[in-house]
């Protein structure tokens, strides 16, 4: 009870009411938004927050590669509070900013968000908990700069794109190497949100937009989930932005090219953040500011953005929390599930691009030919999206998987991503599906520690083995069962 006491007097601290006067304006608004905040102002600020606002709380958990410790922020009208068991009714969003500290949109966005939630300027929602990650990528903020994204229209410093390891920690969900992202496993099944949003900033073409979505890709997330985001979600957001004067398209999925021939939707692999939350049937969308367009109007569409996904939510909510819980018995034991993507050239979805006169000029710097876009020339051009995918892998789901005792680098990861299971009791002879593989391509360079594999076939084929007392027996029928598909199937990317 002492330990518990403790804890709730913590808490309690943590969210009590106003014991001083503080400026919360941000960095970004004194600096007229030309400038960031930095981690410990970014830290420090929400701590002022909670301080003085009973409907926010910070908290952090684990640690991360640059050895600190990962906050995340709860905003809520009746201060609930999201750490360990919570089952709240609510729809539940998460946003993350700062895994790519250089695009730092977000930090600045989400500080004024909350702030504004809090004091009353927003109605803040009765039916949304919103959760951040003030800054994911720590070590990568502490490693400030002002030349690494040199084409980026500011601010005028900011972090570095790797993190403490100078791992990209927008590759590394589905293998978790790092601290951050063991860290964010447990922050993300702790809150288990229906919502999920990571703040980026774009490169590539130029073109009119500020603000594009990168929203997972329908197909791949499937069922009536899936539908609702590409047919509904989509609509509304896009169309209450405009309302706004904040256009949106989708990510420009093109690079050293002009869009005018069209783009294919970005198929986000479990690799990405929007691809390993879809495993757990959360709604992923990340949104790509252009980094041509100024730090200033890129920050305030981040706001708008996220603002809002959130009135969506309000009116929305119930039927996305149903959608999930409908979605986790969509798949069952024998049926098919597609483990890897091809484009299907069959469908696509018309688009009216909103982009600039392109021509081919010699550069003064190398004599060759190279792309410039012409911002005096703006056009309205009817292109092709092609945003349907379809199976090109697919695997039959199997009843159980048998891990033998000595695999804890995967028995960790099972653990970290809450999949349940029982141990043998003793010695078992048992007949099982038993893969081997038979070819595999793979990359000639290593990416992060791992030579990423692709076109793996194999042979099954059922035979007897001898597993031993404490060997894991893992059932599929389970909310994790996607992950478990994605991780122990070796056709998976």
Known sequence: MKTVYIFFILIFISCQQPTRDIDFTTVFEKSNG??????????QYFKNLAEVHPEICIDSMGVTDSGKPLHYVTLDIDGDDLNGENNTPKTKILINNGIHPGESDGIDATMMLFRDFANGKLILPKNVTIVTIPIYNIGGSLNRNSTTRTNQ?????????????????NRDFIKCDTENAKTFAQIFHTINPDIFIDNHVSNGADYQYTLTHLLTQHNKLGGEPGKYLNEKFRPQLESKLKENNWDITPYVNVFNRPPDGGFTQFLDSPRYSTGYT????????????????????????????MKTVIEIAETDGQQIKKLREKQKAKWQVGDHYPLAWKLDTTKFSNLTFKGFEADTITSQVTGLPRLKYNRS??????????DYYQPKTTVTIPKVYLIPKGWHHVIDLLKLNEIEFKTLE??????????????????????????????????????????????????TSQPGMRYLLETLEPSAP
Do not use: C, W
């Open 34 to 43: 030309t400038e960031t905040a930095t981690y410990e102002q970014a830290i």
């Open 153 to 169: 229209n500011g601010p005028k410093s900011y972090g570095f794109r790797g993190n403490a390891r100078n791992y990209d920690l």
């Open 278 to 305: 879809t495993l757990f049937n959360s709604l992923g969308m990340m949104l790509e500011t252009h980094m041509l367009k100024p730090y200033k109007q890129r920050v305030e569409g981040t706001y708008e953005f």
């Open 377 to 386: 020339k703006p056009k309205n051009i009817d292109i092709k999206y092609q």
């Open 426 to 475: 003793k010695d078992t002879v048992m007949t099982v599906e038993s893969y081997k593989i038979e070819s595999f391509d793979t990359r000639k360079n290593p990416y992060e520690g791992h030579y990423l594999h692709y076109n793996t076939t194999v042979k099954s084929e059922a035979k007897q083995y001898e597993f031993k007392a404490g060997d894991l027996i893992i059932e």
